[in-house]
């Protein structure tokens, strides 16, 4: 018998020459793990080979199941470890190890049982991606503090639709390992309005649900190919946004401040207009939804006090129909979270008022955008009675050091309300974000509530 | 190629292909439909339902097997794992006796943790494993024995320190078990409290020796459990009135398994206690209530007047444990019902 510790868990080791391997592990937030390595000598138990389909050798089964109520293996091969999101470093690790200790194997042997050992990593590693659809799930545990802090950021890439818009969604996904799959709203209608007077916002048509295709086109494809690992979370535009880029405002600012003004002076007239987009971005979350969305990252806009909020235009004409979104996403989707656009302007508190009865299981708030004194992440959650969403301004990791970043983790954490998720003021970074910076912050996120107790 | 090696490959093969296809096949879970119970920024539509009797067998494979008859059964939305095992009985005839009972490791509750570990198995992807724990009081009442449990508030009384003890190591006990049912597959637990309610023990003896032992055993499973439940046990002895039970609210879990009535004749508003505790609510249905003895269409009648006045953030249960022989498929018919209630009731 040869035996040794790793880490905490105990490590026995019998010696042989053929081997079968057998992985069997279920997932919590730690994985327990074990190998079954059967030998070819008389091995007396009665493994549950018939779970994953794998012929034993040797097997003598005339173990008494009914006396001892339980599979159990008297030679099987034990470890536990964490195979918490930076698995593979580890896994290798302990792989290296096992290759050390049992070297009087059949080396050809012992390789092929590594790649199917790997292939079982690779279903634990998704199984406990899975996983990441619940930590999220735990935030919304209101008795207590999230233990694991779960982060959400997201960048536009160069691929609006198709495959590489998937594949992009996929690489950021994967490779800064952050906890949602957002899928951006690249959408952009067809037609295009010059908005010079109240008559004007006649000219705007419904938009017909087959202009929505590619973009929902990309909402499947992720939702079928990582809805198990997590949530599938698309953003959703407001309808004032949708407005300006039918006037072109995301072309030419300019364009963009006289829709405003011309809302502002007209808001009666500009309603109809803005309930034909409010109706296709309603279609888009029910299809969306229908087509694997797990819920919505909704922007909402139009009450900070640089546009409609000084003179209760937002609440009075623009709310009935930005609100609508909530409202319908609340009612189809499991899981939503409000995002409280500043677009450029600037909040006050009197101008978050607004968004108080909005639905949304977690809200996030620029809390960097604020005219005078602003609130706190943790008042957030007092105001809103919901789990918050923020910390970062957009830019900052961008433009400085893993190690700074940290640093502002540390502020942001020590200060943050009970239920958090860490993100930025409006979580699209700069789309030249360098990744491994992003996966270096958020892995330190994952983790900073366990080891800063 | 070797032999062996083929083996292996294809062994690979059939293994990754299995266990995709196990994800595929995933619909919306109930585990995370009891996670969305937890989200109060609104009512939860799916209203998740769970009740519990105990099993003629209580440990070993056959205690597996009812578990897993009753779950599929019944369809309830979490497994949870009765706690069948007890603590040996210590003659105790005086009140420094107590100071005989031991902290049992973790290898005592093995035979417990193999049900947890098979039923986890089993379930682990598809509902939460939530085994039930009982409260220090009710291991020290295995401990004296149930005929002489009637003695407990008087020995206790006697000398409070040494019952303290008692409930000390009873606490550090469950605390073993609860760490080890962890790591073997349970997600969360349904934790019992139990001894504060006025009558069991006296107040002085609950609140200097009792509570924080009492309240350790929630604090242990906040700190491990993805999702915990505490029951508020108040089997045979009433709180006097809701006030009473609020006094738990700095009890940590997830979601309150309530009781319902009073001593002095009042019932608990389900609305109130969700604001009180700040939580979701888990029950509303008396366990020897219509659910154990009416009709099927009687036990409807009962969760139409439950669900009209429930809170917000909800789960329906029983306040207690329901008698053992109750009907299968009538539980089924109720929690079916249970589920879609708030859809088909709209106003």
Known sequence: ??????????????????????????????????????????????????????????????????????????????????????????????????????????????????????????????????????????????????????????????????????????????????????????????????????????????????????????????????????????????????????????????????????????????APALDKVTKILVTYIREARKNGADGFYISSQGADVTRFAANGVFDKYIKPYDRQLSDVANEIAPINILHICEAGGKFNLKALESYKDYPGSIVNVPIHEFEGEGYSLKQLQDIFKRPILGGFTRTFIDSHSVEESKAVVDQILKDAPANFILGADDSVLPNSSDLSKLRAVVDYAHSWRQTHK | MNKTIKTSIIAALAATTFSTATFAQAPISKRERIFQVLDQSRPNEYVPAAFFLHFPDKLGHKAVADHVEFYEATGMDFVKVFYEIAVPQIEIKKASDWNKVPVYDEAFFEPQIQVIEDLAKRYHGEALILPTVYSPLALASQTIGHENAKNIKKLADQDPVAFGNAIKNLSLSIENYLRVARRRGADGFYVSSQGGDGNSLSPKVWNEQVRKWDKHVAEVANEIGEINILHICDYGTPFKNAEALYAFADYPASIINVPLNFSDGSQLDLKEAQKRFGRPIFGGLERLGTIATGSLDEAKAAVDKVLENAPANFILGADCTIPGDTDYDKLRAVIEYAHTWRQTHKK
């Open chain 1, 1 to 270: 018998m040869d035996g040794f510790a790793y880490n905490n868990s105990f490590f026995k080791c019998q010696g042989g020459r053929e081997l079968s391997l057998i992985f069997y592990n279920y997932v919590e937030t730690k994985i327990r793990c074990t190998i079954y390595m059967l030998l070819n000598i008389p091995c007396n138990c009665d493994c549950p080979s018939q779970d994953f389909g794998v012929p034993l050798h040797s097997l003598n089964r005339n173990n008494d199941r009914e006396s001892s109520g339980r599979t159990f293996c008297p030679q099987r091969l034990t470890f536990t470890f964490n195979i918490a999101r930076r698995s593979t470093q580890k896994y290798k690790h302990i792989i290296n190890v096992l290759k050390e200790r049992i070297t009087t194997m059949n080396k050809t042997t012992f390789l092929a049982s590594l790649a199917f050992a790997f292939s079982l990593a690779a279903s634990a590693q998704s199984y406990n991606e899975y996983n990441k659809r619940e930590l999220l799930l735990q935030v919304l545990d209101q008795s207590r503090p999230n233990d694991y802090v779960p982060v959400f950021f997201n960048v536009h890439f160069a691929d609006k639709f198709g495959d590489g818009a998937v594949a992009s969604h996929i690489k950021f996904y994967e490779e800064t390992n952050v906890d949602f799959v957002n899928v951006k709203y690249e959408y952009i209608p067809s037609q295009k309005v010059e908005f010079k007077t109240a008559d004007d916002f006649k000219k705007v048509k419904d938009i017909p649900v087959s202009e929505l295709a590619a973009q929902l086109n990309v909402v499947t494809k992720l939702a079928l190919t990582r809805k198990q690992g997590a949530l599938i979370l698309p953003t959703v535009y407001s309808p004032l946004a949708v407005l300006s880029q039918i006037a072109g405002g995301w072309e030419d600012k300019q364009k963009a401040k006289d829709l405003i003004e011309l809302i502002r002076k007209n808001p009666q007239a500009a």
